[in-house]
């Protein structure tokens, strides 16, 4: 097995573009990402594409080809991967298995969404998609509900409280403020997110992440083989993709992820890092709870103790561990296919002190969560700075 | 890169059911699978799931760990592949490389889709998805007319006459009636064939393949350790993945698919095999047209000569290069995310010297031929008997 270095990065803003089409969108992520790593289209071997809902928001299905062509693929493998939320983290993994294997020397990851659509009225219902249709959507339950009732027995077990949780969004908008690229760049208080408009009891407005519109794209290729691209790549230390039941009523408990906690035992074993080296971390804050739980599943605190954690400081700029420095789901915005390499952007920017406002100081080593619905699918990804 | 075996093929019927939802047949599928290659579920390290529309058709989106957990699958990379109708073709390219280059020892690919629901009424329009929406799909131009546009031109350039076509139809339909698995089976004659109703000119109902359920998994493990589960077990010789336009308008011809042309170069070069060693093939018949194209194409006659191939009998069974002694997608049916997968069970049937009615003599070396779209995917598989 080789090592991966991530060579190139490219994102569109996150944000509501009425005007621009899907396939648009993900071009301007890929050859920003190719003209970042300075490599031409013609060179990519195979092209790995995430994709939540594409055929449900804009009509457009076979959307691997579709965008490939346009952005200069041709006669390559263009394939979409479809895993929720964690869409474009899977079609990371799977683009690092092929390069860390030895099967193809430079291929192009990227995700894309595109929610504001004349399919917007029905996007809870799309999005609830990702749930078990078959139980969770048919008693009504969408996501809002689901992490509602994570974040209500969360309460029950540890003594999480709502302040915690709106530590959570109040820190993340703070971070996203500062990021360019961000859907919501405003700051809030606790008082105002504590007095958001409920959605779920107990989750606030403000306890929800954002219906963006976005794409992110990475350039991979062996980690020996970087240096003659750019001096600006990081290495990709690990990669793990892990699963679990859709259903929430299947899992044995739901205040821990058992998807999160392999993933995350799975990378650092791979990478050979413990958590306590993690520098910062993009977490998967599809709600203020899930970065909560992230934060305990990922060994950054003891079981019980992420609401604390948060609103302590801990996960702030300047923090011991910075979570969300992007500004997370939360205030960076939500295009969900795009959100796993959208993290690995991130994440990558920050290794090579290229974060401005937001730079945090200790930056070697990063962790990218990415969350597939109520935790059937994580990918966990760790990076190491040139 | 170590050579790869299927150990395992399972398969439902192909067909309407009503009462049966989408992770039953693909359960079905995948535990007919495990039991023919004497494997546990528990065994899988990676579960790769070819699907085109399922939120579409279902409204269930997530469906690789929707089906995986079900299957018995816990813990490992559950994940979703989508390529139009060339989903599980893809699902089963990216499960033989992972086992070809090291990263699994053992690994399930299957392929489902659930066709006949609440929304089969918006079929026609969910199939067009896998088109170009913002082109082809904004002008009316579904599938039928745009594979009719292709065949017109087929007799335009090369004489390609309507009763050629037919007997593609009267072919697969008389093979289809053989196999107790197909959807639609029952023998028609030539003058019923070219008498059916129109449905875009110059096609009938009987140049059109079937709205079908139904799914379709293997097991793939290294060729070295696969005589310690079975003894018939059929080995991979080259799998081979290609894409091109969507858009037909972007082609600089239409009666010739690049993608085909490549994919079925890449896996001969691959497998060192020449078109004229393959003994039977299942070639991608979503209309008749398609098959003749696609014989020309992966070369079993010169570009032009696909039409006289099949009306002089060559491809029939007992003729020199057997297609689609299943019935293909005309007779067999169509469950669109199970095709390619599909195609690799019956080919590794023939290769077991299993198809019973349908056998043929000469069965050593088979191919399997997966489209999406009008081409702008292709997978190619050759597989050899044990």
Not at 27 to 44: C, M, R, Y
Not at 131 to 149: C, K, R, V, W, Y
Request: proline share 4%; aromatic share 6%.
């Amino acid at each position: 097995m080789r090592s991966v270095a991530v060579i190139g990065i490219g994102k569109t803003a996150f944000g509501a573009f009425p005007d621009r089409d899907i396939r648009s969108l993900a071009v301007e992520a890929i050859s920003n990402a190719l003209k970042d790593a300075s490599v031409e289209a013609s060179a990519a071997e195979a092209f790995y594409l995430g994709n939540f809902a594409g055929p449900s928001f804009v009509g457009q299905n076979h959307l691997a080809p579709y965008i490939g062509t346009a952005a200069g693929f041709h006669g390559i493998p263009c394939t979409r991967f479809e895993d929720a939320c964690a869409s474009s983290g899977s079609a990371f993994f799977h683009a690092w298995q092929s390069v860390a294997f030895g099967m193809y020397d430079i291929v192009v990851a990227a995700g894309v969404e595109k929610m504001t659509s004349q399919s917007t009225p029905r996007v809870t219902e799309i999005l609830a998609g990702a749930g078990d249709m078959s139980g969770e959507g048919l008693a009504g339950a969408t996501f809002p509900a689901l992490f509602a009732m994570i974040a209500r027995r969360h309460m029950h077990e540890y003594g999480t409280t709502r302040e915690q949780m709106a530590a959570v969004a109040v820190k993340n908008h703070a971070n996203g403020a500062k990021n360019p690229l961000a859907h919501m760049r405003k700051t809030i208080t606790l008082e105002q997110a504590l007095a958001g408009k409920p959605v779920a009891e107990p989750l606030t407005v403000y306890d929800c992440s954002l219906i963006s519109d976005g794409a992110a794209a990475v350039v991979l290729v062996p980690l020996g083989q970087a240096a003659r691209y750019t001096s600006r790549f990081a290495a990709v230390r690990a990669v793990a993709q892990t699963s679990d039941y859709v259903a929430l009523d299947q899992k044995a408990s739901i205040t821990v992820f058992p998807s999160v906690k392999a993933a995350g035992h799975k990378a650092y074993e791979l990478a050979a890092i413990s958590p306590g080296e993690i520098d910062l971390a993009e977490l998967h804050d599809c709600f203020t709870i899930a970065e909560i739980l992230a934060s305990e599943d990922l060994c950054f605190t003891t079981k019980g103790n992420g609401g604390p954690l948060a609103a302590e400081g801990a996960t702030s700029i300047g923090g011991r561990i910075p979570i969300n420095t992007s500004g997370g789901l939360k205030s960076k915005g939500h295009p969900v296919g795009a959100t796993g390499v959208g993290q690995i952007c991130d994440v990558v920017m920050q290794l090579r002190g290229d974060a401005g406002e937001r730079q945090v100081e200790k930056h070697r080593i990063g962790l990218a969560q990415n969350l597939g619905g109520s935790g059937a699918t994580c990918v966990v990804t760790i990076l190491e700075a040139a």
